[in-house]
């Protein structure tokens, strides 16, 4: 069965630091795999699509196939990038599966 | 965002009594979820629908029902709401095939069972 697993529930790191945010997922076919980003008092939104190999708000994800792993990165973080992060697979071509989200805070 | 808005956005009920949630889309989007929010589950889909009538289970659809007699309105329905179902519910939608990931989520509702 399909399933994404973020291990940090919290995840704490002070301004200016690298940021690593872990997720790992299970599916036997062809992944496609997203970051989802909610701001305080914001609706959730799209972050990163591995497809795209994009940059964006300084954050990259690859994706490792042999690791089964997509973990979001940022080398030096902003008070502004506290926020609960999801990542997500699509399955089925419809369906969009999440983890259970780490919450991230950047310490000033 | 996609022009997506839930109705209501809080809601206090009792155990026992029907609740209807509404999640209405501008963007004449093909797709439309229901997810609920909860500490340490994360996002859960309950139901998504892929065209007009056209609906389907997710993960977590019990005790839950959807409608979806247009385009730009989805319905979920807890027929005799209970504790557990005590969330924060989250419509979302997406354009056709093709772009599969890529949501665009409603402000969600905050629904408590008293």
């Known amino acids: 069965a399909q399933r994404v697993t973020q291990p940090e529930k919290l995840l704490s790191v002070f301004k200016g630091a690298p940021v690593e945010l872990k997720c790992n997922y299970s599916y036997s076919g062809s992944p496609e795999l997203f970051w989802y980003v909610q701001y305080s008092r914001q609706r959730l939104q799209l972050l990163l699509r591995?497809?795209s190999r994009e940059s964006i708000k300084g954050f990259t994800a690859d994706l490792n196939k042999g690791e089964t792993s997509f973990h979001l990165k940022k080398p030096f973080a902003q008070e502004e990038d506290s926020a609960m992060y999801y990542c997500a697979l699509v399955f089925g071509n419809e369906k969009l599966t999440f983890g259970t989200g780490t919450r991230l805070t950047i310490i000033p | 965002d996609a022009g997506i808005t839930q109705s209501p956005r809080h809601k206090v009920t009792e155990t026992g009594t029907p609740v209807t949630l509404r999640c209405h889309q501008t963007e004449n989007h093909r797709y439309m979820y229901w997810y609920r929010q909860d500490p340490g589950h994360g996002l859960r889909l309950i139901h998504y629908s892929y065209g007009v009538k056209d609906t389907d289970k997710g993960e977590v659809s019990d005790g839950y029902s959807v409608s979806r007699s247009k385009t730009e309105d989805f319905l979920l329905t807890l027929e005799s709401a209970t504790s557990s179902q005590t969330s924060v519910y989250f419509c979302?939608?997406?354009?056709?095939?093709?772009?599969?990931?890529?949501?665009?989520f409603g402000e969600g509702s905050r629904l408590t069972v008293l």
């Open positions: 591995h497809i």
């Open positions: 979302a939608s997406r354009a056709g095939q093709g772009r599969s990931g890529e949501l665009f």
